[in-house]
């Protein structure tokens, strides 16, 4: 089993940054995609970035070149650095954790529970 642990949300003003960090903690070796997904209230849950282990980022298009993702395989930890936010990036954020290297919601195994992210304009 793997517990993740979100923190980082708030408020903040549009052009602003937040960065989010998730630990995971309990058999962490079984983890090979961490990966960071939103929702807003009434829609489905969708990706905004993953990192397999060892390999390269991919992202949502909507936060190509201001979100960035970050992975610290030693202490179990993978960051979202969030810049030049905008109101349309307002959501819950999920840290998850998978044990096979995937993009598919479904696949994933483990969830945090969620910190908010609230962008005024």
């Known amino acids: 089993q793997v517990q993740l642990m979100e923190s980082g949300g708030g408020l903040v003003q549009a052009g602003g940054s937040l960065r989010l960090s998730c630990a995971a903690s309990?058999?962490?070796?079984?983890?090979?995609?961490m990966a960071w997904y939103r929702q807003v209230a009434g829609k489905q849950r969708e990706l905004v970035a993953v990192?397999?282990?060892?390999?390269?980022?991919n992202y949502h298009e909507s936060v190509k070149g201001r979100f960035t993702i970050s992975r610290d395989n030693i202490k179990n930890t993978v960051s979202l650095q969030m810049n030049s936010l905008k109101p349309e990036d307002t959501a819950v954020y999920y840290c998850?954790?998978?044990?096979?290297?995937?993009?598919?919601?479904?696949?994933?195994?483990?969830w945090g529970q969620g910190t908010q992210v609230t962008v005024s304009s």
């Open positions: 998850a954790a998978g044990r096979i290297a995937t993009e598919i919601r479904d696949d994933y195994d483990y």
């Open positions: 309990g058999s962490t070796s079984s983890i090979l995609a």
């Open positions: 990192m397999h282990n060892g390999r390269s980022a």
